[in-house]
C-alpha cells in the first residue's frame, strides 16, 4: 500500500520478500508468453479490448499536440515543398503515361498467356490507435477485431507497401506485428534477380536479410516485395529496397514510416487456393504439357494453334 | 476515533494505492503517446521510472509491489511487450532505489541524477540481458541507446523544474 510515512523503510523491509516473488513470477509470465499459449493470447486480445477507449481518450491530447507540431514545422518549409511537389508531379505525369502504355500491353500479353486473374483481395482499413514506440516491442493497435472478419497472420498493409501482420485479435481491436520488430519475419525476394530470402526486424529502421543465397548479388536501391512463399502473405507487395551499410552488409530499408501510420488495411482473404493443373490449359512457362496436346505457339492471326497427337 | 478505526484505516490506504495507480497509468499513456512526436520515434524516455524513483526519493511513498506488477502489465499489453518484462523493471528499479538510496548511501540532493543513473541502467541492463535470452538474437542498439539516453537527460530536467516549482510556491507562501 501507498503510505506517506517516514517509515517507509521498514514496510520496504518487510516487502522484500514479496519483491523478489513477484519477480520470479513475472519471469514464468514472460517464459509462459513467449510459449504463445492461447489462454495468454485470449487475456491480452480482452484487455486490449478492455483498455482501448481509455487508451485512445488518454492518447488524444497528446497526438493532437503532436500534430500542430507537424503542422508548424512543415509550415515553414512550405515554399520548398511546393517546388519538390511541382517537379514531384511533373515526373508522375510522364511515369503516368508511360505506365498506361505499359499497361494495355501487359493486359494483352496476359490474355494471350491465359493467365489467371488476381484474387480481388477483401481489405478492412481501420485506425491505428497507438503509436509504435517500444524499445522491446514494435507493435501497433488498430480498432477492428473479430466483428470484421480479422483472423491472426491476416496481412497489414498502407498505401505504400506491407506494415506487418496481425498477431492478435480481440472483438474490438486487433494488434499487428510491424516488419522493424525483431520477432516479424517474412518471405521476400529481390525483384532484379528473383533471389528469395527472409527479411527480419531488428527493432530498428532497417530490416536484415537472411537465407539469402551466397550466389545472390544485391543491388543497392533494389525493390524488395513479398515473395508469397509459405502461402501467409499474398506475393508482390512492396516490402523496401536494398540499401548497404559502411561495414557493406546488405540491408532493406521499408518503404512504409511506421510512425507515420494513421491508418493501416488488413487483407481479410488470407487463402490463396493453389491453382489445379489439370483444369488450367493456358500457355504457362514450367506447364507441365498433357499428353494429348502439342502446343505450337500462335499462328499469324494471332490465334494460338492446337495441334492434337491423335490426328 | 475514525483515525483508529481499521475499516477505514485500509479504506485510506486503498484509496491512496488506487490514486497512485490511476496517476501512474495516467503518466504510462503520456509515455507511449509520446512517439507520436517526431523527436521520439525511435523510442520514448522512460516517464516511469522518473516518477517512481521521485515519489519514493522526494515524497517519501513507497508504491506498492502490486500497484507496480499491474502497471507493468498494463504498460505491456498496451505495447504488445511479452506480458511481465516492464513488470520486472519496476519491481527491480523499486528494489534498487531502496537498496542504493535509503539503505546505504544517504541522502543528497545533488547527488540525485547519479543514483538516479546507476539505479536506471542496472535494472534497464538485468531486463535487457534477460531479453536477449528469451529472443536469441541482438536488436539493434540505437533505440536502446536513445532510451537510455533520453531518459538520463530528462530526469534533471524534470528535478530541476520541480525544484523550481517549490521554491516559487515557498517563496509566494512566504
Known amino acids: 500500500m501507498v503510505s506517506g510515512k517516514p517509515s517507509n523503510l521498514k514496510s520496504f523491509k518487510n516487502s522484500k520478500k514479496s519483491n523478489f516473488i513477484l519477480v520470479f513470477l ?28 481509455v487508451t485512445f481518450a488518454l492518447n488524444k491530447p497528446v497526438k493532437e499536440i503532436a500534430g500542430v507540431f507537424e503542422d508548424v514545422k512543415s509550415a515553414g518549409s512550405l515554399r520548398e515543398e511546393n517546388i519538390r511537389l511541382k517537379s514531384e508531379i511533373r515526373k508522375l505525369r510522364v511515369i503516368n503515361s508511360k505506365a498506361s502504355s505499359q499497361e494495355f500491353e501487359m493486359l494483352e ?13 477483401n481489405i478492412i482499413t481501420a485506425r491505428g490507435i497507438t503509436a509504435p514506440g517500444g524499445v522491446f516491442a514494435n507493435t501497433v493497435l488498430i480498432n477492428a477485431g473479430e466483428d470484421y472478419g480479422i483472423k491472426v497472420g491476416q496481412p497489414a498493409i498502407s498505401s505504400l507497401g506491407l506494415v506487418g501482420y496481425v498477431v492478435n485479435v480481440g472483438l474490438k481491436t486487433s494488434r499487428i506485428l510491424l516488419l522493424i520488430d525483431i520477432n516479424s519475419m517474412i518471405p521476400i525476394y529481390l525483384t532484379n534477380s528473383n533471389w528469395p530470402a527472409v527479411a527480419q526486424g531488428q527493432n530498428g529502421k532497417l530490416l536484415k536479410l537472411k537465407f539469402l543465397s551466397s550466389k545472390a548479388e544485391p543491388i543497392e536501391g533494389e525493390v524488395v516485395q513479398t515473395s ?12 523496401g529496397k536494398i540499401v548497404k551499410s559502411f561495414s557493406g552488409k546488405y540491408y532493406i530499408k521499408p518503404t512504409v514510416d511506421f ?14 487456393q493453389p491453382f489445379l493443373s489439370k483444369t488450367f490449359d493456358g500457355f504457362a512457362p514450367l506447364q507441365k504439357p498433357e499428353s494429348s ?7 499469324l492471326s494471332g490465334k494460338r494453334v492446337i495441334e492434337s497427337n491423335d490426328n | 476515533m475514525i483515525k483508529h478505526n481499521k475499516f477505514f484505516d485500509y479504506f485510506y490506504k486503498f484509496s491512496l494505492s488506487a490514486l497512485f495507480f490511476a496517476f501512474l497509468f495516467c503518466i504510462l499513456n503520456l509515455q ?10 525511435i523510442s520514448t524516455p522512460s516517464l516511469i521510472s522518473i516518477t517512481i524513483y521521485l515519489f519514493i526519493v522526494r515524497l517519501n511513498i513507497n508504491p506498492s509491489n502490486i500497484t507496480l506488477l499491474l502497471i507493468g502489465f498494463l ?3 498496451m505495447i504488445g511487450n511479452n506480458i511481465g518484462t516492464t513488470s520486472i523493471f519496476l519491481l527491480l528499479f523499486k528494489y534498487f532505489t531502496y537498496s542504493l538510496i535509503l539503505e546505504k548511501v544517504n541522502k543528497k540532493n545533488q547527488e540525485d541524477w547519479i543514483y538516479f543513473t546507476i539505479i536506471f541502467i542496472f535494472s534497464f541492463g538485468i531486463v535487457f540481458l534477460f531479453y536477449l535470452v528469451i529472443n536469441f538474437s541482438i536488436p539493434e542498439l540505437s533505440p536502446i541507446f536513445f532510451h537510455v539516453g533520453i531518459t538520463l537527460i530528462l530526469f534533471p530536467i524534470i528535478n530541476i523544474s520541480i525544484n523550481f516549482f517549490s521554491f516559487i510556491s515557498r517563496l509566494l507562501k512566504s
Open chain 1, 293 to 299: 496436346i502439342n502446343l505450337k505457339g500462335l499462328n
Open chain 2, 75 to 77: 504498460h505491456d499489453i
Open chain 1, 228 to 239: 508469397g512463399h509459405g502461402n501467409r502473405l499474398p506475393a508482390g507487395i512492396n516490402v
Open chain 2, 32 to 41: 507511449t503517446s509520446l512517439s507520436f512526436f517526431s523527436m521520439f520515434e
Open chain 1, 259 to 272: 510512425h507515420r501510420l494513421t491508418y493501416i488495411s488488413i487483407i481479410t482473404n488470407k487463402i490463396f
Open chain 1, 109 to 121: 500479353l496476359r490474355q494471350l498467356l491465359k493467365v489467371l486473374p488476381d484474387k480481388k483481395n
Open chain 1, 26 to 53: 513475472c519471469l514464468i509470465l514472460v517464459f509462459l508468453g513467449k510459449l504463445d499459449l492461447i489462454a495468454i493470447r485470449n487475456i491480452k486480445a480482452f484487455l486490449s479490448d478492455f483498455l482501448e477507449p
